[in-house]
């Protein structure tokens, strides 16, 4: 295993600046995931580091050496693409082995059938090995894919949205093996994905991109509780977060903002909001409680049961709108009910309303 290193790397495309002077670190042993919707710039990050795009400016380092001008093959990494690339006339040991038959040179095949068998029993697909990829399941295709890389020892694996091809419930399976393995094997794993529930659950730190730049590099838990921008704060979560236009004053020594849906207490002293200018308050679902109340001016306009979580769309003054997440077996809530909001000051955030900057966090200043 190995560290890599992003420096000023840029990748434009005519106009287009699809990469723009990243700046990255990956420290040995890391799962640092590349997280963004499409055109963010993950992939051209990932496939720079492969080797299979040159940049336009910039250094890539893995450990001590610089990679930026090697060819794929001299950079000592493995990649796991997104449709597994399984040659589907050779068996899953023939696939396994594969990276070993074309070295040069080649080691012997006691070794070759040692260093398989030793991966595909960490794998769990020991069983597996005479098979052909089409005679077995898409989750134990991806191992084998798995396997391929692993046993080149490579000092970094690459991973390519390998579980986007899986049912729902088997890539929960599959990140939960995954997050395993890593933490049986050690090895620095770069991994790309849109998906930001396999981000959060399987990473050390998390690369979140947007339009070609990086917006914020952090472990999983600062990513989702204190957002650097509205855009991250949006993109990452099960559900998008409510922005509520307002208007900060001060209540009783603390912090307060007013808006559509009456004045809420950030409960931190005025002093924490860094800038000036127009501000947005951003609010999870889960920071916001819903109480019935029938004379309140809020009212329910859409409920849905999502398995444990009931979120409720709920309209106040002005055609404002929020989504709250309530328990469905202890709030009776339905739509057209009126309701009172209770927001949680430690988890509301202000956003500078024209940037998207984060300049207040709950339980403290925003730091960069």
């Known amino acids: 295993m190995s560290t890599v290193t992003f420096r000023g790397v840029t ?22 995931s590349l997280l963004g919707p499409s055109g963010s710039g993950k992939s051209t990050t990932l496939n ?13 380092m893995i450990g001590d050496r610089e990679v930026s001008q090697l060819p794929p093959e001299k950079r000592d990494i493995a ?32 070794n070759i059938r040692t260093r398989v068998e030793k991966v595909a029993a960490t794998l769990g697909i020991g069983n597996l090995l005479a098979r052909y990829p089409k005679e077995i399941s898409g989750g134990q295709q991806q191992r084998v894919a798995l396997g391929r890389a692993m046993v080149r020892d490579p000092k970094v694996f690459l991973l390519d949205e390998p579980l986007s091809n899986l049912d729902a419930r088997l890539r929960i399976r599959m990140r939960r093996d995954l997050k395993a393995l890593h933490q049986a094997l050690g090895s620095t794993i770069v991994y790309v994905t849109h998906d930001q529930s396999e981000a959060m659950t399987l990473s050390t730190r998390v690369a979140v991109f947007n339009l070609g730049k990086l917006q914020q590099y952090a472990p999983p838990a600062a990513i989702y509780g204190r957002p650097v921008n509205a855009f991250v704060a949006n993109f990452v ?44 308050l951003g609010a999870r679902p889960e920071a916001i409680t819903a109480l019935p109340d029938p004379s309140a001016e809020a009212r329910i306009i859409l409920a849905e049961l999502a398995g444990a979580d009931l979120f409720l769309t709920v309209r106040g003054r002005d055609a404002a709108e929020v989504v ?45």
């Open 324 to 368: 709250v997440r309530a328990d469905p077996r202890a709030d009776a809530l339905a739509a057209g009910d009126g309701v009172r909001l209770a927001f949680d000051p430690q988890r509301m955030h202000l956003f500078d309303a024209e940037s998207g900057v984060a300049v207040s966090h709950g339980g403290g200043p925003f730091v960069d």
């Open 11 to 32: 990748k434009r495309y005519g106009a287009t600046v699809a990469l723009d002077a990243l700046d990255l670190d990956v420290g040995e042993g890391e799962f640092v």
């Open 79 to 110: 990649m796991v693409f997104q449709n597994y690339a399984l040659y589907p006339h050779l068996t899953v040991f023939e696939n396994i082995a594969f990276p070993l038959e074309a070295r040069k040179p080649r080691p012997d095949a006691a």
């Open 48 to 60: 720079l580091l492969a080797g299979l795009l040159d940049a336009d400016a910039g250094s890539i």
């Open 237 to 280: 979560g099960e559900q998008e977060t409510n922005f509520l236009d307002g208007t900060p004053v001060a209540e009783g020594g603390t912090l307060a903002f007013a808006t559509a849906f009456g004045v809420i207490s950030l409960g931190r002293p005025p002093a924490t909001v860094t800038g000036s200018g127009k501000l947005r």
